[in-house]
């Protein structure tokens, strides 16, 4: 990505490379707490049982250089990585949504472009809020469009940025 960025610049096949490195995906280990007994015939066997299922997130580094045309685009290909995060999160029984993120507030945008985050899903859903407070200062309007986007289906992610987004007097003025 890093070759075709330098050689042609920002287009659409390093906005779909970006999306697709960006994507978390599910991840199949070894189910450690069964031992190397198989479960009885008797019983009701589970897939978790055999298999430790997870989803697994990227690396984010917030020194990723996106050119400021390209921020409206590269967050909704985010924002659509992150609605997977929830559905692949949701189907391994959905304990990690909300549980352990944190509030965002303006202390955890990053102070520099030096910044990296954890691979999980707090750290993805603060990666989101980053690309957001950057877009918002750009594009106000876009960055409203955007918010308008994010599902309200009561998932606590989206609920969680929509009540940090609303904090931006640009997105939700004073009455």
Known sequence: MKKEIAKNGWNDAVLRQYAALMRPARKVGRNYSGGPIPPARDTDVRLSDLLKVDVAYPVVHAKVEIPDEWLAAVIKEQRKNLE????????????????????????????????????????????????????????????????????????????????????????????
């Open 84 to 175: 997977e995060a929830i559905r692949l999160e949701t189907e391994n029984g959905g304990s990690r949504l909300g549980m352990f993120i944190r509030r965002i507030t303006p202390n955890d945008l990053p102070e520099d472009d030096s910044d990296f985050l954890s691979e999980n899903l707090e750290s993805y859903t603060i990666a989101f809020s980053w690309l957001f407070a950057r877009l918002l200062e750009v594009d106000t309007s876009a960055a409203r469009r955007e918010m308008m986007a994010w599902p309200d289906d009561g998932d606590a992610i989206f609920d969680r940025l929509r009540v940090w987004a609303s904090g931006y007097a640009e997105l939700v003025p004073a009455c």
